[in-house]
Structures are given as C-alpha cells and as structure tokens.
C-alpha cells in the first residue's frame, strides 16, 4: 500500500483539512479494495499502447490545472487540486489486470469510471468534489460544468493528446 501524500506530493498544497482528508481517504480505500493492482504499474489509458502511469497523469493533470489556476485568479485552488488528484480514481475499479497488462472491466463498460469515481467520492459528501470527478470526461458534456471541472476536463485531455502524439 503506498501512502497517497508520497504518491501525489500536491496533496501538500490543499489548505483545506476536509478535501486532503477525502483525497488521502479515498487513495486509500481504492488500494484496499483492490490490493492486487500496483497503482504505479496500473496505466492511465487503455486507448493507446503508453507505459505511463495512472500515477504520473494523475501528477500531470493536477499540476498543469493548479497553474491554470494560479495564472487566471478566482477559481477554488483547494478544489481545484483535489478534483485533479481524483478526476480518474475510478479506473482503479474498472481496469482489471489480465497476465501482465490491463483491460476495462465490466464497470468501464457499464458505468466507466467518472461515474463509479464520482459514486466513491459522493460518500465523502463533497459535490463539488463529485462534479469535477464526474464531469472530467464526455459525461459532462451536455452539462454545465464548473470553473474547476472546465480546467480539470481541459487538462486531462491535453495530457492524453499529447501523450497519443507520442505513441501513434
Ligand atoms: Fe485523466
């Protein structure tokens, strides 16, 4: 089990007790639920052949948004950086390990895993938290997302374009 504050350092920069709270709790619970997956080794996408990691996407996105953030002014830094750190904490539930890689599961396939992060999130009472994680992806598309959930979305897919870049 790895501790999430040596996995994703920016959880030193929520100022906010509750949201570190909720992303310390929630890194902690996905690992529980599912100790046969190496976070480090689980990759970010399955739509391209890439040996990056979920971990360092993760890192990638949140970093990318808090600049974002910090340059525009009036947005919710705290938020903003907890949504980053768990905008795709439902793939460890829906990726499953097969031999050495990784295919979607049945939940990608049925819920995909905005829903199933925002429905593991939701317990923690945050809706603001809930709608960037939900919203991160396409599901958000017909509605009215947040400032935070617009940098969140935007960043996570400059992330995988440019990686798709790389690999195709
Ligand atoms: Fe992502």
Redesign the pocket.
């Known amino acids: 089990m790895y501790k999430p504050e040596h996995l994703f350092p920016l959880i030193g920069r929520i100022d906010d007790s509750d949201l570190a709270r909720i992303v310390i709790s929630a890194w902690h619970e996905v690992q529980e639920r599912r100790p046969g997956v190496d976070l480090k080794k689980l990759p ?2 399955l739509l391209i052949p890439t040996k990056r990691s979920l971990i360092d ?2 890192n990638a ?1 949140t970093e990318m948004a808090l600049r974002i953030g910090e340059m525009k002014g009036g947005l919710n830094l705290n938020l903003l950086i907890a949504g980053g750190l768990l ?2 904490i439902g793939k460890v539930l829906t990726y499953e390990k097969r031999g050495e890689g990784y295919l979607a599961g049945p939940l990608e396939k049925t819920l995909r895993h905005p829903m199933v992060g925002a429905a593991l999130i939701a317990r923690f009472g945050n809706f603001d938290l809930v709608h960037i994680v939900y919203t ?2 396409h599901e958000g598309d017909n509605l009215r997302r947040s400032k935070e959930a617009i940098i969140i979305h935007h960043c ?1 897919f400059i ?2 374009e440019l990686e798709k870049r790389k690999v195709q």
């Open positions: 970010f996408t996407h993760t996105v905008h795709d991160h992806s996570d992330d995988f």
